[in-house]
């Protein structure tokens, strides 16, 4: 199977752009959100000690649709490295 598109039919291109488009359209409209849930997890590490990251697991299992648990994991994830960076 070729993923390169000029291989592909023009149906299985537009199809690609769509789905494309429409995670952009996703992005734009939920990352503010995404940044604050990824906060409001990250806010509870203290507290739930070595229990943190399962907590954080079944709390992005819980989120839906998936696309936006997606989201808030990647969020959860650069804030990580970014504290850990700054140490």
Do not use: T, Y
């Not at 488009?21 to 590490?45: M, P, V």
């Amino acid at each position: 199977m070729s993923f390169n598109l000029a291989n592909m039919s023009f149906a299985e291109r537009a199809q690609i752009e769509a789905e494309k488009s429409r995670l952009f359209d996703f992005w734009q409209s939920n990352l503010g959100k995404a940044k604050a849930e990824a906060g409001r997890l990250i806010s509870e590490k203290s507290r739930r000690k070595g229990k943190w990251a399962e907590w954080v697991r079944a709390e992005l299992d819980a989120l839906n649709p998936p696309d936006f648990a997606s989201l808030v994991r990647l969020e959860v994830n650069k804030m990580m490295a970014a504290a850990a960076n700054s140490r």
